[in-house]
């Protein structure tokens, strides 16, 4: 919010980097699109409801949103196998694993990871959950699980990262690999006390799926940590398919009560939802002083983003934060004892 966090903001996101990375994505997704005869419809991915209206196009996927619970969600979608081929090829992350993660990777641990270790093990403690086995899925260049690994908190870390140069960066830190999606990994590799996923389930064909092997490989009364976009945080409202979240990788966008949802009706126990972001506001004022938003007919908005920002700018990030109407969501949820 202030200078110095805006610096910050660049040493994770350099800026003379991030252009060519949203070029690559681009084209990565014209890609993608250019397959579209071969997608299907899907309902609803929270609550499986058929009625749904138009949420708006961003290059050229349809996105819809639901009657019952307001989840956003493309439709129709690449099937898993091209999904699964879009991110073997996709130069946006190789771009990614190449430049942005190994040079911003100090400010990365400061600023994302180590506040990300600290709150889950708030989790671990105040829940109970046994500190045995520990597995992340979608570990990407394994950050997280180094860090865990020097919490020293878990007897065994496992990281799950079916992309090679990734899991290739996962051994390099010494970590234990499965280099595999989560649907083919056997149940012995299972019985983990707790299971983490970071920014995963928007991207995925079916996040039901996706969660039911989660709880496959959890331990009775395991604890199950989820961060994804909630389409009813204050970036998103507002600016629509301005947003970058809002984009043909991201085909679920849920919301608090549509995630609850999710989570409930495949029988896990919601302990915490939360929504600790601090980009919101700043995300809506550079999309306004860039000229892609206008908050012309926000008078107020307007005044709090721009004109009056640097008094009201992390006062209002911090209201948004607090009242679940960040775009950032935290779900933690426990698996039945039985
Ligand atoms: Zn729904």
New binding site residues.
Partial sequence: MTKSSTLNENAIRPDHLMARSFELLEEDTQRLMQDKDEFVSVT?P????VEASSYGTKRGMTFLE??????VYGSPRPKPERLAQYYREATYYAYWNKYIYPSSEEARRERIVKPRVERILGFVEQHGIPKRRMIEVGAGTGLFCEMMKQSGSFEEIVAIEPTPSSADSCEKRGLEVLRQPIETVPADKGNAQLIVSFEVLEHLFSPKTYLEHCIRLLAPGGMLVVTCPSAKGFDVSLLRTVADTVTPEHLNLFNPK?LK?LFESNNLEVIELLTPGRLDADIVRKKTMAGKFSLESHPFLKKVLIDEWEQLGEKIQNFLAENLLSSHMWIVARKPSI
């Fill in positions: 609803c929270a609550c499986g409801h639901c009657h019952q619970c307001e989840t549509s949802l």
